[in-house]
């Protein structure tokens, strides 16, 4: 079993970018955290004879040739193509040891335990670590996997700012990535982050498809005064578009069964005795199809716009990054299904509501699945995220099982 | 007339710790605007000859001994007392140009044309710049007169922490004031932060007092989650509440004439796809007398914690400061009126719903009094805010006649 090889990477990733007073994890891209993990991540490489590779972006892959295969280049360019596992190693804003790192340390892990199997793989397999998963510092969700596989530009991207001002392209070298050349498939590993396996009591489940989503930015411009002198009604006060259009998404958002959230705000000047001149908030919005997404983004800014002509201010709505629906690839599901699919469990197939580098890789044409696995809480992206050590180690199994049948 | 002299320094002061983006000022206590602004005030004093004063906590006087009188110190300690003037020079957040400066600037203007007009003070006069009048750095409105009349005690103030965890108490030295000891009048002139004096057509007029204001802090905790795969009914939400309560402190406000703002506000994570832990806002609220503050405080709160009841969160309410209703001294506003009341203004005399260094003074048994300078927007603590110069050199007239008066 892979348990202590599990356990022991668990517990050395555990205190890089925790914060003591939150116990969350701040794991923003190539800051100082996350750059602890990439090296992590090259040891513990390293330490199992895989070969590393890194793009001009920073994605990170180690690789595990075929037998006798001594350069990797070869070995992907053979015609019948690599495989991939992996996740993310960054978080969000004080968010939880389990996103991203979970499928990182598994898919070692699993390496392991098919290597103690005797596997032996007949194609290449990489484990990937995509950079910026959760666009925590430059705002772009999946930004890595995004530029590996040329879903966006990078003369875009290089200009793109964190919020200290610091450009992405002062960042990284950028260029084009050849990481996934001679890919054809993934299987990403992720904690769940609902409670769909909790309701189902399994440990595990395969994903079918990632909701819709995307994220815009409001500015709302209104006109700075003194908070105490100047009457209500002489007032352009953007706080409270704002206010009402958060509570507004709320709403839509429950009565229609989606999502959407206002998690961040930026007020200017943001003192107690000012009223504002501007409030920047950012509005994450899911739902089930794209129609349902474009119908409640619409909503939401139509009663903005409203709410803006009662206080005098205005409303502009920028859509930072949308993604379509995604659907797995239906083959490669079963074919991992069927690797799992033994009595000894029963595999829920579920959507996800959130983004992941499986659905930037499965619209590139690199056909992609996912494993689940459970989440007691259901809660995530937040310190008290979680999931048990043996649902930890079940996903580990089923992970190499489903990497010998796509490799062995 | 005092017009050179006043323009002189006004354009001297322009420039510090004005954003070129905004064109509102950052002139925040102790950092490098307001230091700067601290030199000009002792130069400008130097250049008069006046002897600066500074006390442990960074309050400053100019003062103009009586003629004969070399040392402050035997001067000020004379039984008809002395008699002070100014304001202070930093600004809120983004603020505007007079809100403080035009007091400070106004009252060495009023002093050369006192001069010009051979007046000869048989008085100590003084011309004082309060630190930290809007709280912008420590948030403690008026922080610098209150520490020096004892209102603040310093065992508490130096404990105080601005937003990089900066401790007042590290900033400056603290200890005891005796910078008002035998101060026997305070009258200080400032620009009007509403539009009182425009609706009567006044270029200057008289303060009668200061409504009550308080400002209170709101913790609301919930509990962080993913924005995309928690459903809308399984959350609990703390930026929901908090959206509620600053609509309803507004409503509350519009609805009795009073004044609530939610002007700042500081959220954790503060990331686009997390569902926030807490969100901490403060709520400035000022009303027309003590009771009509106290009801208002208590309505906006009562509606924040039924709201919590609803997302699942709570809400702590701190009041961080209350300031009780403030009657400026009557004998001494018939006084300065008498000065002024010639035929050739009219002086209207209003209350203000600002707070000021004055109010403090008053309730230390230091009589008080204000003259305000019309405002022709009525907009203040913005960028936009502004006065006319003729109305300006109105109110350095005005201040040198009233000083004419208690000095001369």
Request: charged share 25%; proline share 4%; glycine share 12%.
């Amino acid at each position: 079993m892979a348990q202590p090889d599990f356990e022991r990477m668990w517990r050395d990733l555990a205190p890089i970018g925790r914060s003591t007073s939150s116990g969350g994890y701040f794991r923003q891209p190539w800051l100082s955290a996350e750059l602890e993990l990439r090296a992590w991540f090259r040891e513990a490489a390293t330490a199992r004879g895989l070969e590393v590779e890194e793009d001009p972006f920073g994605n990170l892959v180690a690789w595990w040739p075929p037998q006798g295969v001594s350069r990797l280049a070869g070995a992907r360019t053979s015609t019948s193509g690599a495989v991939l596992t992996g996740s993310h190693l960054d978080s969000v804003l004080d968010g939880g040891a389990f996103d991203g790192p979970l499928g990182v340390v598994s898919s070692f892990a699993a390496i392991d335990l098919m290597r103690e199997r005797g596997v032996a793989p007949t194609r290449p397999l990489g484990v990937a670590a995509f950079v910026e998963e959760e666009g925590s510092r430059f705002d772009r969700a999946c930004l890595g996997s995004r530029l590996a596989v040329g879903a966006a530009s990078w003369a875009d991207a290089r200009e793109l700012t964190d919020r200290d001002g610091v450009r992405l392209g002062d960042v990284v070298e950028g260029g084009t990535s050849t990481l996934l050349d001679g890919v054809d498939a993934y299987v990403e590993l992720h904690v769940e982050q609902g409670r769909g396996l909790v309701d189902q009591d399994a440990a595990v489940g395969i994903g079918s498809g990632i909701w819709p989503h995307g994220r815009f930015r409001y500015d709302v411009a209104g006109r700075a005064d003194h908070a105490g002198t100047t009457r209500m009604e002489d007032r352009a006060d953007p706080m409270l578009t704002y206010a009402m259009t958060a509570l507004a998404a709320n709403k839509q958002a429950r009565l229609a069964g989606q999502r959407a959230t206002f998690g961040r705000i930026e007020v200017r000047p943001n003192g107690t005795n000012a009223v504002p001149s501007h409030v920047t908030a950012w509005l994450d919005a899911r739902a089930e199809s794209d129609q349902a997404l474009a119908d409640l983004v619409a909503a939401i800014e139509r009663q903005a716009v409203d709410r803006a002509d009662r206080d005098g201010t205005t409303v502009t709505v920028t859509a930072e990054s949308v993604s379509g629906q995604v659907a797995f690839d239906v083959p490669l599901r079963h074919e991992v299904a069927a690797t799992l699919g033994s009595e000894r469990r029963r595999v829920p197939v579920l959507p996800t509501q959130a983004g992941h580098d499986a659905g930037i890789l499965q619209e590139a044409g690199i056909r992609s699945s996912m494993l689940f696995v459970r989440n007691p809480t259901g809660i995530s992206h937040s310190p008290e995220e979680t999931a048990g050590t043996a649902d930890c180690l079940a996903g580990v199994e089923a992970l190499a099982d489903a990497l010998t049948g796509l490799v062995g």
